[in-house]
């Protein structure tokens, strides 16, 4: 609960650990909550009203999953903690909706704390949501600061009875949930590969101060998503090498999947990475060969005109000896001169290939 | 205690391990001795005037924690060493005022060091004061070189019995210290990215050479952060993974709730740590872009003003025999070709965007 | 099969892991399976015309070989997959030709993902090709997406009874697979070094700005190459550590010099890699180089015109009393003057070694 | 004795291995060598002048520390490596006054090899002595260079019998040889942090290109001594670690002391290499800003007089109709519209903090 | 075999491994293979004229070294390999001139591939001779593409009974032949340093644009040294670390110190490589620094002349109606307010230090 974003105050300094108070912003006004309880042959979809509605509810199906928009509402917490049997440092926790991904094993459950991003439709910056998952024998539950419609493809399936996911445990669901949060991560990501190249097209055309600030937040959008993501690798990684009772060695090889997914969205990432350094190379470097070339001209131009002014300057001079001055063709003699200086100068630079 | 800051000499050179000297200056004039013993039920509060005192007093409650502030006299030392039975190295250490952050386990007790940090209130450079707990099987013993106010959180929540902290035993009472540091860090880098981001607005804005010694500072602030938060990570690793006899397995989980926080820390001064060295980039970016402005506009005026120079200069010749001389028009025909060279040049100028 | 590339929208969404849908572009319009079997005596080679026909077919040779081209077609990979009892993740992961190379060990047989490149005759960028190997007890599947000509060699030999291969095992003739696709490694990386070369002469005479881009194409060409090869290097150092039943002890003295081989292409990898890295920094210093150059240039003939542009100013005033004006050599001193000061400064310049 | 320094031919080329060869200059005439016997009650102090009277002395208390300084004479390194039983190896190594910091268990004794450093008095670069200790079960041989009063407080120790020194075993005291080498460094790491704070304000004020070069060589020093000293953690961790019987579990909680004082050099060693690395950024952006500031001077300056030029030209034309020749306050009027643009230029320029 | 350098084309792609074919040209004409057999009392050394001969010997000694310049003769290789029992893979290696440095173990005998460097007397770049060695349990067989001279050592010492050779196994023997390679290793390093400190002179004398290629190239060879020195670091490890039954406990202290003079090379090898790199940050410094310098000159100057010029140009109009011009010391006048101003600037200047 003390993980509060370091700008902020953080608002239980003093507080013993465990206290439950929900950290940061309320995203949705009222916490939402679904049961879906399955088996091979039926399922069954309960919204629940009240927390006590729920405390009342009796399930008979094998495998329940239990969705919850909305971290900020300590009485649910409370309430399904209680009924669920979480540790109240996991309480403390899914109240906090900052939390690093990670994988906590509980003995009975596993906890995972992982994100899910998005770009808001009007072109900010990149935003996370935090998201939990608790594994149990039987249930899962999964708890969301806001609605994202990651999870509707999967209850989708499972109301359509598609896929393995009805006949299977609560670690085959866990590993639907976390597949799909996968699969949301691709999304992101190719809408952060359109960022990075619609600023690389700015910078070969448009060359304004701006497009810098511009790739320097795309690096800290690229930083943020590699934070969230690389942590889930791990927690794919030791979910798969069956150190938890709770996963079947069955699920095992899906996880292996999942996990080599993952990998792909990682490398992606490593590679909109590189665009974005690269990037800042190609500015700098751009900067440096287009003053190169304005010192060319420069220089060019300086080496050609100054002569011919040095010979103007000369022939202005109020000597009243000065022969030249009283030639018939002196003054056209000069302006050849002058011709003939500026046209060998071009000639030389141009062999040089200084134009 | 020939650990002392390597500018100044060192003190103690030759002396032989284990002599008790202290090492830095001192912070407060006189050390100040608090003893809390307490239980479920009861809490009792010290403040000892003399060691005498001190050593005469015979606790009665399951967890004694003693605090000591000001680090520096060597007769307090001996005699709370003697009574809990300290090794001379560890007293040797606990007198010296710059320790790196470690954790050593003796058998009977075990042995951190650790820092804490703050800003002086009129702006200057971050400060840290070192801290000691030593943890045994039913005492802590704390030393600060002078009064924080980090434990004052934990010293209420013991008054006020809220949590579980009265009814735990010293391991738990050492996590809640540790905690405390953890959530004053959280307030040092809140500040230290406040520093962060006024130094980069100065740099978007004011481009003074002072911008960059000032960067600097942060770039060192940073690592100073680093060097001492980095340590108490693998302290707390080493502490959760169950190796000390000394912490309970029940409190390893809430170790690991503070290990959690201590990441989420060290993630947070790392992406200060990236803002910094990306200012320095910007910095030079900028600077290598207004050169590039400043060249081309030398180059494009020198580039309109050479050609008229020299047209002017020209008709300044005294030649006899100059016919445009005498033209009625003359004068206003050069300047009119002036003019339109000089607009000429600027049409070629916009087009190639450079104005 | 989610896998597919970051900017295309991920075509299966949603899809239960499993579902068999092919993804990416089918690079040949029908697939194409041929079937070598062969024991020491014997060589038999099918081309089957239908999966039926391939189904119908039954083995009396110790080892098998099933070459498949095109990696779309569904109904083929599920007759090919209940066949040989592949499970579903494996035949979607072949189905999908965006796999990033991999050993997974299924218990009966090993499936490995990898890559083939090639550059296009016409001078494009770099390309791949998925390959996938599934190596069972007895037969050996090989997947491509189109002909490559890869396993030419491989078949040659076996039709000719060169080497030991036709008197060994599925595990031997999977090594000399996986070496045929290192051979071709190192022609492709023969290929890429080529392409550093001429773009590094191209840097060394023609200076233009396009050849930055080309630097960048091929750094990221030769990440691609990295990101291939070095997942292979793994995959034979699991080979070759015996974990696996189905890899017999002889062979694995083979895979150690086929890790050998990968070694080597690695190594020939980096120095490209350090080439093109090399390539840029040269860039920018011979850019730096050239800019002091035109400095110099500029700045010199700067110094020698412009005091000889003032002296002609000074005697082009129209002052009424100006002694040299009178002088009847004054004219010629004064160009004497001109001419000593423009020689002395070029024997200045000179000394320097500004010229 | 074949590791000498690279740059001077190898002197023992072809020779076997275990050939006493001294490699390198001797730094003392003749070795002279020191031996020390106590225990708790006595101490005797011998100076050997001959190698045989050496060998002839006969030892009365428990521990022994050899000293010799000196490492070229081959008699005295046989003598004594027949006397201890040392390996032909180490009698090789010791002769080699350019080793490696390293740590050899050769069962029976323990060879140290580690490295004192000093700054010459007159200001020259940093400098190392050689330096060996060899671990047995009652005896210490320390062998030096030539004397630099390292182990100088030790002997006082043990003469004033202070500390704990007498009364412990020779591990102990080869401890407190090592304790009296980390001291050693840490007043070689002030003076070094003396020299690049004054390379630092060097670089503030003068400017000059020499600077380069001293930070460069500081660069160079910083490497050398973290070259000799990171080596010595290594060493003393597997002291530590317990693995030599020859250390008793006693010293072991001393060892982690000077491990943890080597740690203090290492962190110091790090700050000043950072601060050395800063200086070279710090060179370059205050180069790259007074360069855009020369430019903008410039710019500035051209900026102005070319119009006023120009104008000056314009008049200075001989046309016969030139009207404004004749008004009367003509040149009063020009006099005006040069002054006015140059007001006019500098108002736009301090507007846009170009001055 | 198909190791090839990668860019020429793999002359025996497509043949199986273990086919003995030349892979490299030939640097001698024809193989000469010479043996010495020894044993503490008698050593015996032959030059065998043809494989026959040599095949038809019959050994009576203990050790035998059996030594083949030249490594393109397929028939030597397998009369060899037949004789002593090689593996085909080892066979191949050896008749290939482009090996990796590497350690394997045949049970029956280790493998070692290493590399022998050299440069050519007439100054061109670094080049390599290949090096296998074979230790068997009573021989030890090595190959080299050419007489280097590197074993002569070794050779005059077993011949004229120096040391312990003779009297030790093969074992002992292959550390010696390892050991000479190494001291080679420090000859060239040597020269190599020499390279280094040569263009470093350059650099700072001759400034020309062929030094930054230099420099690259010397970069380059100081990889490929360390390339090719890195591994024998892990071929010594390995062998040091007791896993091969070949090697003796006795001779492992002699491999430990042959690793230490490796590693000796190593850091040798690293510091002429920081020298390399820092030469090119000297390089781009010092060309900063001299733009800097040209800048300033150019902008003194041109602000000095600038106003003199402008002064000059308004008293060359020719308005009717200018009172200065008629004033009797006008042009003294104007010629001191000249003077004046120069003197004004340059004591600015000199104060701003920038002349």
Redesign the interface.
């Known amino acids: 609960m003390?993980?509060?974003k370091?700008?902020?105050?953080?608002p239980t300094?003093?507080?013993?650990?465990?206290?439950l108070l929900p950290v940061g912003d309320a995203k949705v006004e009222a916490s939402s909550i679904t049961l879906l309880e399955f088996g091979p042959q039926e399922l069954c979809e309960t919204r629940f009203e009240s927390v006590a509605a729920g405390l009342a509810h009796q399930s008979s199906q094998p495998v329940r999953w239990l969705n919850v928009y909305g971290l900020h509402d300590v009485g649910v917490m409370q309430a399904i903690g209680e009924r669920f049997g979480l540790?109240p440092?996991v309480q403390e926790?899914i109240l906090n909706n900052r939390?690093?991904p990670?994988l906590?094993d509980?003995g009975d459950y596993l906890f995972i704390a992982t994100r899910v991003f998005d770009f808001p439709p009007n072109g900010g910056r990149l935003r996370y949501n935090q998201m939990y998952l608790v594994i149990g024998k039987d249930f899962v539950l999964s708890f969301q600061e806001k609605p994202t419609g990651v999870f509707?493809?999967v209850r989708?399936?499972l109301r359509s009875c598609?896929?393995?996911?009805r006949s299977k445990g609560a670690d085959y669901l866990a590993y639907?949930l976390i597949?799909a949060i996968?699969?949301d991560y691709?999304?992101v990501?190719?809408q952060f590969?359109?960022h990075v190249e619609r600023t690389d097209q700015m910078l070969l055309h448009g060359h304004e101060?701006g497009v810098?600030h511009k790739v320097?937040r795309l690096?800290?959008d690229c930083?943020k998503l590699r934070?969230s993501i690389l942590p889930l690798r791990e927690i794919l990684l030791t979910m798969m090498r069956g150190e938890y009772r709770l996963i079947q060695p069955d699920t095992q090889?899906?996880l292996?999947?999942a996990y080599?997914?993952t990998?792909?969205?990682i490398?992606?990432l490593e590679?909109s990475r590189?665009m974005v350094s690269?990037m800042?190379?190609?500015?700098?470097?751009?900067?440096?060969?287009?003053?190169?070339l304005?010192?060319?001209?420069?220089?060019v131009?300086?080496?050609i005109?100054?002569?011919?002014?040095?010979i103007?300057?000369?022939?202005?001079?109020?000597?009243?000896?000065?022969p030249?001055?009283?030639?018939?063709?002196?003054?056209f003699a000069?302006?050849g001169l002058?011709a003939s200086i500026a046209i060998g100068l071009i000639w030389l630079f141009s062999r040089r290939n200084w134009i």
């Open positions: 003390r993980h509060a370091v700008k902020q105050r953080v300094l003093g507080e013993p650990p465990g206290t540790h440092l926790d939390q690093r990670k906590e509980y509707e493809a989708e399936r598609r896929g393995a996911l639907g597949d996968i699969d691709f999304g990501l190719s590969t359109e101060q810098l320097q690096k800290h930083l934070r090889v899906y292996r999947d080599d997914h990998m792909h969205v490398e992606s590679m590189e690269d800042l190379d190609l500015y700098l470097s751009t900067q440096s060969h287009r003053l190169n304005q010192m060319r001209v420069l220089t131009f300086s080496m005109f100054m002569p011919l002014t040095l103007a300057g000369i022939y202005g001079m109020n000597f009243e000896n000065m030249e001055l009283h030639w018939h063709y002196g003054y000069v302006l002058m």
